[in-house]
């Protein structure tokens, strides 16, 4: 078995960017190093590191110092460092199993491009179940105004329905927006897709999200996909709680009405016969 060391990204600081790097032991654990430089963070990480240590071609320069061999990682070690460099970003490290999933429909996701499908006034309903409780959501597609590229979770349609109107209906919620951090760009530059940043929004005003958020961006996400190959499975977001695809019940057929019998006409009387 080797190590494999990989670039998580530039950390802004006061000081200036910290380089972050991210070692994925032979045992499966990760460890992680930050330096001034690439060079600073692999000469820190280097003394931790037994065995064989292989790492990407952009660390060839540095990794050569320390006899590291470049070698291109798999989709599965890709989607590792982009789950991890999401948790730090969100400071969620212990969440990430949730994060991997959400990286995989944010992927999937984005390459689709549903904002070139679906217009900005279209919103699509879900319903949330917990037992025998029902509450509709809704989900809305962005980037058709090509300045925001993502989606929107409202608790209540009614918030979404009120931006068309012209009304004012205090927002709850998420959103999920292609980013530019440049912590989390190189993570996610092999797929070729931007980094999300998902953002937990109470009556308007955004705060920090919480592994629930995750858990329901990457739901919402799996669902619009399903849409288009008509799955309507629901999907777990919580215990107990699962989120669908609102389907329009059909129509149910009307019985015809039977038709009141029409009184026969009574026979017109014969005229009398003169005599």
């Not at 930050?34 to 003394?47: H, M, N």
């Not at 679906?118 to 037992?131: V, Y």
């Not at 999920?176 to 953002?199: H, I, K, N, S």
């Not at 288009?228 to 329009?248: A, K, N, S, Y």
Request: proline share 10%; net charge positive; glycine share 8%.
């Amino acid at each position: 078995m080797e190590t494999l060391v990989l670039p998580l990204g530039t950390i802004p600081t006061a000081e200036g960017d910290a380089f972050a790097l991210l070692a994925e032991l032979p045992t499966g654990l990760i460890t992680m190093m930050v330096g001034q430089s690439w060079a600073d963070a692999a000469a820190r990480l280097a003394p931790q590191l037994g065995g064989q240590v292989t790492c990407d071609e952009t660390l060839a320069t540095v990794g050569r110092r320390f006899g590291w061999t470049v070698v291109t990682p798999t989709q599965e070690q890709h989607l590792l460092r982009a789950a991890i460099a999401l948790g730090v970003v969100a400071e969620l490290p212990a969440a990430h199993d949730v994060l991997l999933e959400f990286v995989k429909a944010w992927i999937e996701f984005y390459r689709l491009e549903l904002w070139e499908q679906m217009p900005a006034e279209m919103s699509l309903r879900m319903i949330e179940r917990s037992g025998k409780k029902e509450a509709v959501r809704a989900v809305a597609v962005m980037g058709q105004a090509r300045i925001e590229w993502g989606f929107a979770f409202y608790e209540d349609p009614r918030a979404f329905d009120a931006v068309w109107n012209g009304e004012h209906f205090p927002m709850t919620g998420i959103s999920v927006l292609a980013d530019e951090d440049p912590y989390l760009l190189p993570a996610f530059q092999p797929f070729g897709v931007p980094p999300p940043v998902v953002t937990r929004i109470v009556k308007h005003r955004p705060r920090a999200p919480g592994v629930e958020d995750f858990v329901l961006g990457a739901a919402s996400m799996q669902l619009l996909l399903n849409v288009l190959t008509g799955e309507f499975d629901p999907l777990p977001i919580g215990p107990g709680v699962t989120l669908e695809l609102m389907r329009d019940e059909p129509k149910k057929k009307r019985k015809p009405k039977k038709r009141a019998a029409r009184p026969k006409p009574k026979p017109k009387p014969k005229p009398k016969k003169k005599k």
